[in-house]
Protein backbone atom coordinates (compact mmCIF):
# COMPACT_ATOMS: atom_id res chain seq x y z
CA UNK A 1 0.00 0.00 0.00
CA UNK A 2 1.46 3.21 -1.25
CA UNK A 3 1.28 6.60 1.04
CA UNK A 4 -0.59 9.28 0.12
CA UNK A 5 2.30 12.17 -1.44
CA UNK A 6 3.24 15.19 0.95
CA UNK A 7 2.05 17.44 -1.56
CA UNK A 8 -1.68 17.72 -2.67
CA UNK A 9 -1.63 20.29 -5.21
CA UNK A 10 1.11 20.73 -7.70
CA UNK A 11 1.11 23.94 -10.34
CA UNK A 12 2.76 23.47 -13.23
CA UNK A 13 3.16 26.66 -16.13
CA UNK A 14 3.34 25.52 -19.97
CA UNK A 15 5.47 27.55 -21.96
CA UNK A 16 9.41 27.34 -20.78
CA UNK A 17 8.21 24.68 -18.92
CA UNK A 18 5.78 22.06 -19.81
CA UNK A 19 5.92 23.24 -23.98
CA UNK A 20 9.41 23.64 -25.32
CA UNK A 21 9.44 25.22 -28.54
CA UNK A 22 5.50 24.06 -29.26
CA UNK A 23 6.35 20.47 -28.47
CA UNK A 24 5.22 18.48 -25.05
CA UNK A 25 7.60 15.83 -24.18
CA UNK A 26 6.29 12.41 -23.64
CA UNK A 27 8.63 11.78 -19.88
CA UNK A 28 6.98 14.95 -18.95
CA UNK A 29 3.11 14.03 -19.78
CA UNK A 30 3.92 10.59 -18.70
CA UNK A 31 5.15 12.24 -14.83
CA UNK A 32 2.03 14.13 -14.77
CA UNK A 33 -0.08 11.38 -14.84
CA UNK A 34 1.94 9.23 -12.79
CA UNK A 35 1.37 12.17 -9.83
CA UNK A 36 -2.10 11.95 -10.61
CA UNK A 37 -2.37 8.08 -10.16
CA UNK A 38 -0.61 9.26 -6.94
CA UNK A 39 -3.07 11.64 -5.55
CA UNK A 40 -1.67 14.52 -6.22
CA UNK A 41 -4.40 17.08 -7.73
CA UNK A 42 -2.33 18.19 -11.42
CA UNK A 43 -3.19 21.86 -12.10
CA UNK A 44 -1.78 23.20 -15.37
CA UNK A 45 -1.49 27.02 -14.86
CA UNK A 46 -0.58 29.03 -18.15
CA UNK A 47 -0.77 32.70 -19.53
CA UNK A 48 -2.89 31.27 -22.04
CA UNK A 49 -6.85 31.25 -22.73
CA UNK A 50 -8.61 28.70 -21.94
CA UNK A 51 -9.14 28.08 -26.01
CA UNK A 52 -5.74 28.61 -26.20
CA UNK A 53 -4.85 25.52 -23.86
CA UNK A 54 -7.64 23.52 -24.38
CA UNK A 55 -6.01 20.91 -26.88
CA UNK A 56 -2.70 20.58 -24.34
CA UNK A 57 -4.94 19.61 -21.18
CA UNK A 58 -6.71 17.06 -23.37
CA UNK A 59 -3.41 15.69 -24.86
CA UNK A 60 -2.31 15.14 -21.04
CA UNK A 61 -4.76 13.29 -20.60
CA UNK A 62 -4.88 13.09 -16.95
CA UNK A 63 -6.61 10.90 -14.69
CA UNK A 64 -9.59 12.12 -13.15
CA UNK A 65 -10.68 13.46 -10.59
CA UNK A 66 -9.53 16.95 -12.71
CA UNK A 67 -8.30 19.96 -11.05
CA UNK A 68 -9.52 23.25 -12.88
CA UNK A 69 -7.10 25.13 -14.80
CA UNK A 70 -5.52 28.16 -13.69
CA UNK A 71 -5.58 30.98 -17.18
CA UNK A 72 -4.43 34.03 -18.11
CA UNK A 73 -1.60 34.34 -15.76
CA UNK A 74 -4.01 33.88 -12.84
CA UNK A 75 -6.93 36.08 -13.82
CA UNK A 76 -9.05 33.30 -14.63
CA UNK A 77 -9.76 29.44 -13.45
CA UNK A 78 -11.51 27.41 -15.78
CA UNK A 79 -13.35 24.09 -15.11
CA UNK A 80 -11.30 21.93 -17.68
CA UNK A 81 -14.56 19.26 -18.66
CA UNK A 82 -16.90 22.09 -19.22
CA UNK A 83 -14.78 25.43 -19.89
CA UNK A 84 -16.95 27.41 -17.21
CA UNK A 85 -15.30 30.05 -15.53
CA UNK A 86 -14.92 29.20 -11.71
CA UNK A 87 -13.54 32.55 -10.94
CA UNK A 88 -11.94 35.41 -12.05
CA UNK A 89 -10.40 39.05 -11.01
CA UNK A 90 -11.00 41.71 -13.79
CA UNK A 91 -10.08 45.37 -14.19
CA UNK A 92 -12.32 48.19 -13.52
CA UNK A 93 -13.44 49.46 -16.57
CA UNK A 94 -11.97 53.47 -15.17
CA UNK A 95 -8.82 51.75 -14.64
CA UNK A 96 -9.05 49.49 -17.78
CA UNK A 97 -9.37 52.48 -20.13
CA UNK A 98 -6.95 54.45 -18.53
CA UNK A 99 -4.60 51.61 -19.12
CA UNK A 100 -5.55 51.22 -22.86
CA UNK A 101 -5.00 54.89 -23.24
CA UNK A 102 -1.25 54.96 -21.64
CA UNK A 103 -0.31 51.90 -24.33
CA UNK A 104 -2.02 53.31 -27.27
CA UNK A 105 0.39 56.43 -26.70
CA UNK A 106 2.94 54.12 -27.99
CA UNK A 107 1.04 54.13 -31.48
CA UNK A 108 0.40 50.29 -31.03
CA UNK A 109 -3.27 48.20 -31.27
CA UNK A 110 -4.13 47.20 -28.11
CA UNK A 111 -5.99 43.70 -27.54
CA UNK A 112 -8.04 43.62 -23.94
CA UNK A 113 -9.01 40.21 -23.59
CA UNK A 114 -12.30 39.04 -21.80
CA UNK A 115 -14.32 35.90 -20.42
CA UNK A 116 -15.48 33.92 -23.84
CA UNK A 117 -17.38 32.25 -21.81
CA UNK A 118 -19.43 34.83 -20.26
CA UNK A 119 -18.78 37.13 -23.24
CA UNK A 120 -19.51 34.63 -25.98
CA UNK A 121 -15.85 37.04 -27.48
CA UNK A 122 -12.19 37.03 -26.51
CA UNK A 123 -11.16 40.69 -27.18
CA UNK A 124 -11.64 44.03 -27.68
CA UNK A 125 -9.46 45.54 -30.01
CA UNK A 126 -8.47 49.14 -29.95
CA UNK A 127 -6.53 50.57 -33.04
CA UNK A 128 -6.09 48.47 -36.08
CA UNK A 129 -3.48 45.40 -36.37
CA UNK A 130 -3.49 46.12 -40.20
CA UNK A 131 -0.55 44.30 -41.60
CA UNK A 132 1.29 44.29 -38.30
CA UNK A 133 3.96 41.08 -38.57
CA UNK A 134 3.38 40.54 -34.79
CA UNK A 135 -0.39 40.96 -34.50
CA UNK A 136 -0.55 38.28 -37.61
CA UNK A 137 1.84 36.02 -35.98
CA UNK A 138 -0.05 36.45 -32.48
CA UNK A 139 -3.38 35.97 -33.86
CA UNK A 140 -2.05 33.16 -36.45
CA UNK A 141 -2.07 30.45 -33.88
CA UNK A 142 -5.51 31.22 -31.64
CA UNK A 143 -8.37 31.65 -33.45
CA UNK A 144 -9.63 34.55 -32.07
CA UNK A 145 -13.55 36.51 -31.87
CA UNK A 146 -12.55 40.44 -32.29
CA UNK A 147 -14.79 43.13 -31.64
CA UNK A 148 -13.11 46.88 -32.46
CA UNK A 149 -13.49 49.24 -29.87
CA UNK A 150 -12.64 52.90 -29.16
CA UNK A 151 -12.81 52.58 -25.64
CA UNK A 152 -13.02 50.52 -22.80
CA UNK A 153 -15.26 52.23 -20.05
CA UNK A 154 -18.70 52.48 -21.62
CA UNK A 155 -21.64 50.91 -20.04
CA UNK A 156 -21.68 48.20 -22.13
CA UNK A 157 -18.03 47.34 -21.76
CA UNK A 158 -17.06 44.09 -19.99
CA UNK A 159 -14.32 44.05 -17.60
CA UNK A 160 -11.25 42.96 -18.99
CA UNK A 161 -8.80 40.17 -17.94
CA UNK A 162 -5.85 41.71 -19.25
CA UNK A 163 -4.97 44.24 -21.38
CA UNK A 164 -1.57 43.83 -24.05
CA UNK A 165 0.19 44.86 -26.83
CA UNK A 166 2.88 43.23 -28.61
CA UNK A 167 5.99 45.13 -28.94
CA UNK A 168 9.86 44.39 -29.00
CA UNK A 169 12.17 43.87 -26.24
CA UNK A 170 13.68 47.18 -25.91
CA UNK A 171 10.19 49.11 -25.73
CA UNK A 172 8.54 46.47 -23.74
CA UNK A 173 10.84 46.96 -20.85
CA UNK A 174 10.48 50.81 -21.05
CA UNK A 175 6.91 50.12 -20.95
CA UNK A 176 6.53 47.93 -18.21
CA UNK A 177 8.63 50.80 -16.28
CA UNK A 178 6.46 53.33 -17.20
CA UNK A 179 3.07 51.48 -16.56
CA UNK A 180 4.01 50.34 -13.47
CA UNK A 181 4.64 54.49 -11.97
CA UNK A 182 1.33 55.71 -13.76
CA UNK A 183 -0.56 52.88 -12.13
CA UNK A 184 1.09 51.97 -9.36
CA UNK A 185 -1.09 49.83 -7.08
CA UNK A 186 -3.51 49.08 -9.44
CA UNK A 187 -2.00 46.71 -12.20
CA UNK A 188 0.31 43.69 -11.95
CA UNK A 189 2.32 44.44 -15.69
CA UNK A 190 5.10 42.26 -16.57
CA UNK A 191 6.75 41.89 -20.01
CA UNK A 192 6.59 38.07 -21.70
CA UNK A 193 8.82 37.05 -24.99
CA UNK A 194 6.62 34.44 -26.45
CA UNK A 195 8.83 31.71 -28.16
CA UNK A 196 6.29 30.36 -29.92
CA UNK A 197 5.64 33.04 -32.19
CA UNK A 198 8.56 35.60 -31.47
CA UNK A 199 7.05 37.87 -30.26
CA UNK A 200 7.16 40.16 -26.72
CA UNK A 201 3.85 40.68 -25.30
CA UNK A 202 3.38 43.67 -22.31
CA UNK A 203 0.70 42.63 -20.55
CA UNK A 204 -1.52 44.20 -17.46
CA UNK A 205 -4.02 42.88 -14.88
CA UNK A 206 -5.96 43.80 -11.78
CA UNK A 207 -4.02 44.55 -8.63
CA UNK A 208 -3.74 40.53 -7.03
CA UNK A 209 -4.67 38.51 -10.44
CA UNK A 210 -1.23 36.29 -10.63
CA UNK A 211 -0.73 32.57 -10.75
CA UNK A 212 -0.17 31.69 -6.86
CA UNK A 213 -4.08 33.43 -6.22
CA UNK A 214 -5.30 31.32 -8.54
CA UNK A 215 -3.73 28.55 -7.15
CA UNK A 216 -4.79 29.53 -4.07
CA UNK A 217 -8.40 29.54 -4.88
CA UNK A 218 -8.33 25.99 -6.54
CA UNK A 219 -6.16 24.74 -3.14
CA UNK A 220 -9.22 25.85 -1.26
CA UNK A 221 -11.72 23.80 -2.82
CA UNK A 222 -9.46 20.84 -2.33
CA UNK A 223 -8.16 21.69 1.37
CA UNK A 224 -4.63 22.26 0.16
CA UNK A 225 -2.90 25.38 1.90
CA UNK A 226 0.02 26.49 0.42
CA UNK A 227 2.66 25.03 2.13
CA UNK A 228 1.33 21.75 0.72
CA UNK A 229 1.00 22.75 -2.89
CA UNK A 230 4.21 22.35 -5.49
CA UNK A 231 4.99 24.14 -8.08
CA UNK A 232 7.24 25.17 -11.04
CA UNK A 233 7.85 27.79 -14.03
CA UNK A 234 10.44 29.46 -16.09
CA UNK A 235 9.41 33.43 -16.20
CA UNK A 236 8.61 36.33 -14.78
CA UNK A 237 4.44 35.36 -14.64
CA UNK A 238 5.23 32.46 -12.24
CA UNK A 239 7.52 34.58 -9.82
CA UNK A 240 4.52 34.86 -7.11
CA UNK A 241 3.88 31.33 -7.31
CA UNK A 242 7.15 30.08 -6.62
CA UNK A 243 7.38 32.54 -4.05
CA UNK A 244 5.29 31.32 -1.87
CA UNK A 245 3.94 27.23 -2.53
CA UNK A 246 5.44 25.11 -0.53
CA UNK A 247 8.08 23.49 -2.56
CA UNK A 248 9.01 25.30 -6.16
CA UNK A 249 11.35 24.49 -9.20
CA UNK A 250 12.75 26.54 -11.88
CA UNK A 251 14.52 25.07 -14.85
CA UNK A 252 18.47 25.64 -14.83
CA UNK A 253 18.20 28.04 -17.63
CA UNK A 254 15.17 30.39 -16.19
CA UNK A 255 16.00 33.96 -15.23
CA UNK A 256 18.38 34.62 -11.98
CA UNK A 257 15.34 35.42 -9.97
CA UNK A 258 13.20 32.74 -10.91
CA UNK A 259 16.26 30.62 -9.88
CA UNK A 260 16.56 32.50 -6.90
CA UNK A 261 13.12 32.01 -5.24
CA UNK A 262 12.83 28.57 -6.38
CA UNK A 263 13.42 26.03 -3.87
CA UNK A 264 15.17 23.79 -5.73
CA UNK A 265 16.81 24.09 -9.62
CA UNK A 266 16.40 21.53 -12.63
CA UNK A 267 16.68 20.58 -15.98
CA UNK A 268 17.06 23.45 -18.40
CA UNK A 269 13.95 23.83 -20.33
CA UNK A 270 13.37 21.53 -23.12
CA UNK A 271 15.40 18.86 -21.24
CA UNK A 272 11.95 17.21 -19.12
CA UNK A 273 12.23 19.81 -16.24
CA UNK A 274 8.57 18.58 -15.30
CA UNK A 275 9.56 14.68 -14.98
CA UNK A 276 12.19 15.57 -12.90
CA UNK A 277 10.46 17.89 -10.29
CA UNK A 278 7.88 15.67 -10.07
CA UNK A 279 9.95 13.00 -9.28
CA UNK A 280 11.36 15.32 -6.58
CA UNK A 281 7.87 16.12 -5.22
CA UNK A 282 6.69 12.83 -4.67
CA UNK A 283 9.88 11.71 -2.91
CA UNK A 284 9.32 15.00 -0.59
CA UNK A 285 9.65 15.06 2.77
CA UNK A 286 6.73 15.82 5.12
CA UNK A 287 5.35 19.86 4.76
CA UNK A 288 4.22 22.11 7.66
CA UNK A 289 1.05 20.66 9.68
CA UNK A 290 -1.03 24.13 8.68
CA UNK A 291 -2.16 22.92 5.39
CA UNK A 292 -5.18 23.83 4.45
CA UNK A 293 -7.48 27.44 4.22
CA UNK A 294 -10.87 28.32 5.55
CA UNK A 295 -11.05 32.33 4.26
CA UNK A 296 -12.53 32.01 0.69
CA UNK A 297 -10.31 34.08 -1.92
CA UNK A 298 -12.36 36.63 -3.34
Same mark, same amino acid.
Not at 58 to 74: I, K, N, R
Not at 261 to 271: C, E, K, L, Y
Given at each position: =????????????????? %???????????????????????????????? &??????? &?????????? $???????????????????????????????? %???????????? =????????????????????? !?????????????????????????? $? !???????????????? =????????????????????????????? $??????????? %?????????????????????????????????????????????????????????????????????? !???PDADTESTPDT
Amino acid at each position: =MTSAPTYGLLGVDVDGT %LVWDGSLAAADADALRAAARAGLAVCVCTGRA &WNEVKDL &WQALDLPAPH $APVVCVGGALVVEAATGRSLYSRTLDLACADE %LARALAEYDLPV =MALVDAWREGFDYYMIGDPGN !RPMYRRFFASRPSRIRPAERLDGPDR $A !RPLRISVLTDAAQADE =MVASLRQRLAGRIEVQAIHLRTTGVHIVE $AFAAGANKFTA %LRYVGQGLRVGPARMAAIGDDHNDLPMLQRVGFSAAPADAPPELRQAATVTVAARGQKPVAQFVDLVLNA !RPAPDADTESTPDT
